[in-house]
Structures are given as C-alpha cells and as structure tokens.
C-alpha cells in the first residue's frame, strides 16, 4: 500500500444556535498502512443529516456526541481500493458509518456491501440507505395501510419525500407541507402527493384542514412545532404519530414550550411512537430486499440534492437548516 493522505472534516467549536463555518475544520491526515484483517475504502458520497446538530452539542442522547477536534462521521458509500480481509475485494462497493472524510481503513464488520450496479451510488445514502429505512420502518411501525389519510411535515426532505411515496404505494392518500413552492411542485408532480402546501404562506393547521376537511389517520413528524400541534388537532380517533424529527427545535438553545393541544392524545385516544432507526438494523434485509424491488422497478423515485467536493461539506450541512436541499443532501467525494 503506498501511502494515502485523506482530507476530513472535524469540529472545532460546538455551535450556539446554528451552526457556522467556524464550527468545522478541514484537515488533511495520512492513513496508517493496511494490517491483515483490514479494509482500504474511498469515499464517493457522504451524507449530512439535521441530527447530527444534535450531536454537535455535549449532553446525551441516544447517540454520543461529536468530540472537539476529532473527526466527524456519519453515513458514506465509498469503493473499496485495497483489501487484506477475506469478507472484501478491490473494486467492491460498500457503506458505512465513516462520512466527513475522503478515505479510511476498517474493519470488514464495519462495512455493508452493496450492489455496484445501482446508480447513482448516493441513492445507498438516501432513498435505499438510513433514511430510506426511516421511511419504511416508520409507517410500517404503526401500520399504515390502505385507505389511510396521511399527513408529512418535511415532506420534501429525505425521509419524508419517501415516506410519502412509499405511502402511495400502499394506497394512502397523502398530504405533505414543505418550505417553498419549488418544493411543493416536486411533491406532487415528482412523488405523486395528493395534496401539498407551502407552510409558509399561511397557518399550518389551516391549510392542513384544506387538504384534509374529514382529517388524518396519521402524522409523520418530522418537524414539529406547528405542525404537530396542527396534525393533534386535524388527527381523527385512534390517529397515529410517527415522531421521527423536530427540525424546527434543533438549533434552539432553550427548548420551546410543548403544544397547547396535547390532551388530543388523551381525548382522541391517539398513539404516539418515537422513531429510531437504529432499533431496526434486524430488519434491514426486509428493506432493502422490498424497497429496493420498489426502486429497481422504477416504482419510487430518488430525490437528492448533490454538493460537491468535502470543503462544501460544512455548508452542506448548514443548508439543511436553510431548506436548501431538495430529497437527500448528500456530498459528491470522487469522481
């Protein structure tokens, strides 16, 4: 092996509300040479995610948190350039969790081998990777099924653009509310919404009632705020919430209060069930072997917004809070 040096990002200061260009660092490092039992991987694309803000902050959760100074990660797919372990060869396409940078060595437990036919590759961050999975485990977590009115806040963003369309596809009717009327256009001439709307041009709660004058079965959250208190209100008995995000409070420094119309839970005898991803990896097989058929048929479509090069990383980044991205924010590595 001869020598690899790979440029990566990493966090120099924890943000105060949004986070900045001053809050990341490019640095270059060479990489060790290839032990037995390890894998040379080059990345071709990493992905940003709003929850990762959280993790810039040092509390728990249910993930630990960035360290000053130290290297980011996150989800990436990348080829493999070497190999000394038997589970992978050169040329092999895989994902794994070592984003924010060019290039590493690991592990061959730490990679996920994935089809090299599928293109474009970023598709294994987005529609058929974590976020993809987000989509499918929340509503199969509270059973939709069709027949369903169903109601996504980000509905332009990663999960929800997918989420919707994999809703569809099981014959829900379903409304969406995203930032811009760009946005709304592709919701429903790209991903075949019902109904859709711009949340900023008037009252969430109003034009969810537009959309859906009997009300909704189910709401997927991923933004909170007024729209989930809008979704408490137009939910009808028995409704379901699919709490996957709370975008609208992640870079706030004291949390806001909660919404005013809670007791809907209670009265309308809702269920609410918070989403992790992580506590269905036993389940990723089932995924990728029933959402990708869905997407190798032309059948669901991948929505992404590509920045290139790891110095645009940051800002990458930043956009997600901006609404800059359409689908997937992913960072093109390679060529």
């Not at 919404?259 to 989403?275: A, D, E, V």
Request: proline fraction near 4%.
């Amino acid at each position: 092996m001869s020598t690899i040096t790979s440029r990566e990002v990493r966090l120099a200061s924890r943000p105060s509300g949004v986070p900045t260009a001053n809050n990341f660092t490019l640095a270059e490092t060479t990489l060790k040479p290839l032990e037995d039992g390890q894998v040379l991987v080059r990345n071709r694309f990493m992905s940003v995610d709003p929850y990762m803000r959280g993790r810039m902050n040092d509390r728990k959760s249910y993930v630990p948190p960035f360290e000053i100074g130290k290297v980011l990660d996150g989800g990436a797919v990348g080829e493999v350039i070497e190999s000394r372990a038997s589970e992978f060869k050169a040329g092999d396409v895989v994902t794994s969790r070592y984003g924010w940078r060019e290039a590493f060595i690991s592990a061959p437990g730490e990679l996920h081998g994935v089809d090299k036919t599928v293109e474009p590759l970023s598709v294994y961050l987005g529609t058929l990777g974590m976020t993809g999975m987000t989509a499918w485990a929340g509503l199969t977590m509270v059973e939709v099924k069709a027949g369903d009115v169903i109601y996504l806040s980000g509905a332009a963003g990663a999960v929800g653009n997918t989420a919707g369309q994999l809703a569809k596809l099981r014959g829900c009717r379903v409304i969406g509310s995203a930032g811009s009327e760009e946005k709304v256009k592709h919701l429903l001439d790209e991903c075949g919404f019902d109904a859709a709307f711009n949340y900023k041009t008037g009252p969430v709660l109003e034009q969810l009632n537009q959309a859906a004058p009997d009300g909704i079965d189910v709401y997927f959250d991923n933004v909170g705020g007024e729209s989930l208190e809008a979704a408490l209100t137009a939910l009808r008995l028995h409704g379901r919430i699919i709490a996957c995000g709370g975008i609208s409070g992640y870079n706030e420094e004291k949390p806001k209060p909660g919404p005013s119309n809670l007791f809907n839970i209670t009265t309308k005898r809702l269920t609410m069930k918070g989403l992790i991803v992580g506590d269905w990896l036993n389940r990723q097989g089932e995924f990728e072997k029933e959402v990708g058929a869905l997407y190798k048929a032309g059948k669901l479509k991948s929505l992404e917004t590509v920045v290139p090069g790891i110095d645009q990383a940051a800002d990458a980044f930043i956009g997600l809070f901006d609404g800059k991205n359409i689908g997937k924010m992913v960072v093109k590595l390679t060529p």
